[in-house]
């Protein structure tokens, strides 16, 4: 079973930035996958940004410009460099992994931004 490890969450003000890093626990083989969702309170899950196994990346319209997502060279570690963040980017950011055999949810790490 694999486990994610999100840190990096925190208050900031609006203009500000912030970075999410998400590690797994142990060995992942074979990822397709990794990105970060977020859900803010009352509302669904949404996707932020995924980056695929050759790299390809892709943003929610809401990020573009202000977000970045990034691995690290063994491309097991997945990073959200925030910036010119809103307030309402305010939400609980959850990574997430896919691999060929199976797919994993981080607990979540809360985002504020206040304004």
């Known amino acids: 079973q694999v486990h994610l490890a999100e840190s990096g969450g925190g208050l900031v003000q609006a203009g500000g930035s912030l970075k999410l890093s998400c590690a797994p626990s142990?060995?992942?083989?074979?990822?397709?996958?990794m990105g970060w969702y977020r859900q803010a309170q009352g509302k669904q899950r949404e996707l932020v940004a995924t980056?695929?196994?050759?790299?390809?990346?892709n943003y929610a319209d809401s990020v573009k410009g202000r977000f970045t997502i990034s691995r690290d060279s063994a491309k097991t570690t997945v990073d959200l460099q925030m910036n010119s963040l809103k307030p309402e980017d305010t939400a609980v950011y959850y990574c997430?992994?896919?691999?060929?055999?199976?797919?994993?949810w981080g607990q979540g790490t809360q985002v504020t931004v206040s304004s």
């Open positions: 142990g060995t992942i083989y074979s990822i397709t996958t």
């Open positions: 997430k992994v896919v691999t060929y055999r199976t797919t994993a």
């Open positions: 980056i695929s196994r050759l790299g390809i990346t």
